[in-house]
């Protein structure tokens, strides 16, 4: 069984900044992608940012690219999401996700991530 827990989530003003954090057990990460995703109410889920666990490659969504960055820390089996100059469209909760290596033409699929977090909520004010 694997398990992922999120932390790092709350209420900051725009422009301010955030460190969210998924800790990962219950099995070795070392050749997993490991992805963050938001949903707003109303919302599906959407990609925001992925990282190959063993090549420390990584993508972003459009929306968030030059804000935020993606790292891990392989001998914590911890990945974080470093979170800039946000806005108010980056309120969300926020889901850590684990997948077995994927294709680059599915990194931003949830449907095809095995693994998730319980969320953390970010709310970014005006």
């Known amino acids: 069984q694997v398990q992922l827990v999120e932390s790092g989530g709350g209420l900051v003003q725009a422009g301010g900044s955030l460190r969210l954090s998924c800790a990962a057990s219950?099995?070795?990460?070392?050749?997993?992608?490991m992805g963050w995703f938001r949903q707003a109410p109303g919302k599906d889920r959407e990609f925001v940012a992925t990282?190959?666990?063993?090549?420390?490659?990584?993508y972003y969504a459009d929306s968030v690219k030059g804000r935020f960055t993606i790292s891990r820390d392989n001998a914590k089996n911890t990945v974080y999401l470093q979170m800039n100059s946000l806005k108010p469209e980056d309120t969300a909760v926020y889901f850590c996700a684990a997948a077995v290596p994927l294709p680059i033409m599915y990194i931003m699929d949830p449907r095809k991530y095995d693994y998730w977090g319980q969320g953390t909520q970010v709310t970014v004010s005006s």
């Open positions: 219950g099995r070795t990460f070392s050749s997993y992608t």
């Open positions: 990282i190959r666990w063993s090549s420390d490659t990584n």
